[in-house]
């Protein structure tokens, strides 16, 4: 099984109308990785997934997740596919154990093996308390966490998670990503997400951007933020005026004042600064190395911001985005 | 853990069931479902209740006095039948547009990204709708005694049945309506401008000998007639009535001059329920 593409995608084109949302991608996701679909709302991220989760046809081009086609194999993928979509889709009128029971039964598990998996996934997602409670009452954190429990329920190969934090708060965010990095520390699994939140990229082994229905690049995190280039490095000297002068004479680096803090770009950064204080002559105060983030690479790659992007699909786009959280 | 062991072990090619026992098991849990949810709504299934209780007790008793049934028929024992039908209709048919609930809420989707047919999961719907309509009945049907409609278990039981058919035909029809009508505020008026024709069209209300013509045609091209009419037939067959009083109020259904066996008008409700199902699998396209 080893050295198979979990997901593998060649020219996939999605077309409503006129509407191209999805304009032939090509993408391959190797098993037991975790792959993060990067773009701000709107991108064709949901489109495209969704024809990864066999719910929405292809218009052009082709893709097989775990090793079958998800236009001719449907039942097939289903069967090692689990799938948390982004609006919530339990029932709040059953119990935790009901939601998990009902899916259970849908993927035709053998009854024990059924009775195991739920006490596990409960355990997993921390509810086993909260089994017999209706998921009304529960919080928003919980009610995803269920969610995620119940997509791994029938053990997939490959779990898809569509914006699995869209909505929440920035604490029950923090805690769902350690959560997903637990479970893909401990299982073998394909982890498939999207997200519009630069931060939560980073969570992944690879990334594609995408923008306007196209994959701009593809890479490692690291490597993408090797692309954009230059880390700033920002010192704060006991002379700012020297500082600048000397970077310029004894390093080729033109440095500039911004925030109070003598600041220059400069690949590698962190291995600059040892340099630097051997170097510079001068008393060093203080020393701050950023590496450029994910944003500083959509906006390399795309020209704007996702916030820009976002503003740009104006009023259309946040209704969207509302609807999808009701 | 041992948790990652299991998983390994419970790898989808071993776990996974096919074939026509899963898509049952599927049709079962949504059934369900339908049962769990069904003890949530009290109330709704009181309030349901209001209505037929007035149409039988003051419509009943104030028409009692005006309509002619020609002595030792109440009308309200006619009714009665009308009524249990009408209940069963509304509760159906609201039971089958919650359909649109479960898309608004996502659970639709959860339900149609499984490994199961289309087929499996609204047949559960309507197998679900249908019962909890008919359950609703119940308070309703234990009131025969009280308009004159004799408890014999054999009646009782052939009134259920039947109601179980209109159910089914009234919750595939709810169905039919949410796989193209996506919002609450709409498919709820779409809803009630099908039934409420149905409903009167199906003499429920009022004894089908006599119309004119084209009255009589609508009533019989309406697949709910084929439920209605049974179940009055089977209440009058526990009375006894001079003939006249059967012929006006329990007329035989004739398609052109033929006397439709009680039978196969049970059997024309069948079959349209039958194709009410599958028009409402086939309308939900899967990319839904």
Known sequence: ?326 | MNAIQTLRDARPDRVVAGGLGHELRATAMVWRREMIRFRHDRTRMVAMLLQPLLFLFVMGTGLAGVVDTGGGLDFRTFLFPGVLAMSVLFSAAFAGISLVWDREFGFLREMLVAPVSKSAIILGKCLGGATTATLQTLVLLALAGVVGVPYDPLLLLTLLALLFVGALMLTALGVLISARIKQMQAAMPATQLIITPMMFLSGALFPMAGLPDWLAVLTKINPLTYVVQPMRSAVFAHLELPPAARAAFDPAITWGGWVVPGGVQVLVALACTGLIVAAGVALFNRTD
């Not at chain 1, 923090?174 to 982890?191: F, G, K, P």
């Not at chain 1, 490095?233 to 006991?238: F, L």
């Not at chain 1, 970077?247 to 600041?263: I, S, W």
């Not at chain 1, 950023?290 to 690479?297: A, G, M, N, Q």
Request: glycine fraction near 10%.
């Open chain 1, 1 to 326: 099984m080893t050295g198979r593409h979990a997901v593998h995608v060649r020219g996939l084109e999605k077309a409503y109308g006129d509407v191209r949302a999805v304009k032939g991608i090509d993408l391959d996701v190797a098993e037991g990785e975790m792959f993060g679909f990067l773009g701000p709302n709107g991108a064709g991220k949901t489109t495209a997934i969704k024809i990864l989760c066999t719910i929405a046809d292809a218009t052009a081009g082709s893709a097989t997740v775990a090793g079958h086609d998800v236009q001719t194999q449907r039942a097939d993928v289903r069967r090692r596919i689990g799938v948390v979509f982004q609006e919530p889709t339990v029932d709040t009128y059953l119990t935790a154990e009901q939601n998990l029971r009902f899916h259970g039964e849908l993927y035709g598990m053998p009854r024990r093996l059924l009775a195991e998996r739920i006490d596990e996934v409960l355990e997993m997602v921390g509810l086993a308390d909260r089994r017999h409670t209706e998921v009304l009452k529960f919080s928003g954190g919980m009610k995803r966490r269920l969610e995620i429990g119940r997509g791994l329920l029938h053990a997939p190969e490959v779990l898809f998670l569509d914006e699995p934090t869209i909505g929440l708060d920035p604490q029950t965010r923090a805690s769902i990503w350690t959560y997903i990095a637990e479970l893909r520390r401990r299982q073998d699994i394909t982890i498939f997400v999207t997200t519009h939140y630069m931060d939560e990229a980073e969570h992944c082994d690879r990334i594609a951007i995408m923008n306007d229905g196209e994959i701009v690049v593809a890479d490692t995190p690291e490597a993408l933020k090797n692309r954009v280039g230059a880390d700033r490095v920002s010192i704060r000297t006991s002379d700012d005026a020297v500082a600048i002068e000397r970077l310029r004479e004894r390093f080729g680096l033109d440095a500039a004042v911004h925030d109070g803090m003598v600041t220059v770009k400069v690949p590698g950064g962190a291995q600059f600064v040892p340099r630097l204080f051997a170097e510079l002559g001068l008393a060093i105060e203080t020393v701050t190395v950023t590496r450029p983030s994910l944003d500083d690479v959509f906006m390399a790659y795309t020209g704007r911001t996702i916030a820009d992007t976002e503003q740009a699909g104006g009023a259309s786009a946040m209704l969207r985005a509302m609807a999808a959280r009701r």
